[in-house]
């Protein structure tokens, strides 16, 4: 054999013999799957959000979200894709990740993504003198969580607290008495949500009721008594709980006379005297004015 057919064979041999050691290199490691992609990428997440660098886990969730559908962090990684979204001040892609977690069956983010789809939209609510479109939505987010998550008896939930917590001083150990404590405090922080949700609807509606009355006034200085009229009834009809239910009565009132609409003045009259009887002095001019043209 020659010398060049030897090294020529020698190389080729060393060149197998390398493919195969490569080949049971490779086959020796564990196989990376989907699931451990997921679970090393959401606990890098947990971090940076815990962190506060929400730009950074927003990143890190946003690849996962193909990955991590169907599996048992999906609805993880959407949740906290919405608090990092919501804390970043993204808060149109915050709602749309808290309903994207409803659409999960079974998941325990249910009612606290409830919660968050309707804040996400209370911060999207605008000044009073702008369209009002994420205020209204807000209102009936917040409406549907209490609809969904009632609470019965609140002054008994805290009461459960109270109990449980003496309780736990006098047996730390008790399993019983832990459990117990913290489903009562889980139901205690449900009230307060229910709270912050009646606050937020009585809040956004006296914006609902400013716009309208605000639209109502712009109307009287233009000289557009009737469109006028359409917006004070708008406050009266749907926002009698407001401040600016009283005054938007009155408004009606002035927009009909000036309007020379005197019988139906007349009515918004006794509507409003039943409602403020009070004022029934200080209204008799207004009477006065209306009846004698009533006559006429």
């Known amino acids: 054999m020659s010398g060049y057919r030897f090294i020529s064979r020698l190389v080729l041999m060393l060149f197998v013999i390398g493919l195969l050691t490569s080949s049971a290199c490779s086959s020796s490691k564990p196989e990376t799957t989907a699931n451990s992609l997921v679970n090393e990428g959401y606990t890098r997440a947990v971090k940076l959000y815990e962190n506060r660098d929400y730009a950074a886990a927003i990143l890190r969730l946003e690849s996962l979200l193909f990955t991590a559908r169907a599996t048992a962090l999906e609805d993880d ?37 409830q919660f968050m789809v309707a804040k996400s939209f209370e911060q999207l609510s605008p000044h009073f003198e702008l369209d ?11 409406s549907l969580y209490q609809e969904l998550y009632p609470v019965a008896d609140s002054s008994k939930i805290a009461s459960d607290v109270k109990t449980w917590k003496e309780m736990l001083k006098i047996n730390p150990e008790n399993i019983a008495y832990k459990q117990n404590y913290a489903s009562a405090r889980a139901q205690y922080s449900r009230v307060d949500s229910l709270r912050y949700s009646e606050k937020a609807i009585r809040t956004m509606r006296e914006k609902l009721a400013k716009n309208s009355f605000f639209i109502a006034r712009q109307y009287v200085r233009l000289g557009k008594y009737k469109a006028a009229g359409i917006f004070y009834d708008e406050v009266i009809a749907h926002y009698p709980d407001t401040i600016y239910d009283q005054p938007a009565l009155e408004g009606k009132i002035d927009v009909l006379i000036k309007r020379k609409k005197w019988f139906d003045a007349g009515l918004a009259l006794d509507q409003y005297l039943q409602l403020f009887p009070e004022k029934r002095k200080e209204m008799q001019g207004i ?5 004698q043209n009533c006559k006429n």
Do not use: C, N, W
């Not at 009002?132 to 917040?142: F, N, V």
């Open 77 to 113: 990684v959407i949740y906290l894709l919405g608090q990092s979204y919501y804390h970043s001040g993204d808060y149109m892609m915050a709602a749309d990740m808290f309903s994207r977690v409803q659409q999960i069956s079974s998941t325990p983010y249910a009612r606290t993504s």
């Open 132 to 142: 009002q479109q994420y205020t209204r939505k807000s209102i009936e987010q917040y």
């Open 287 to 291: 009477r006065d004015t209306i009846t």
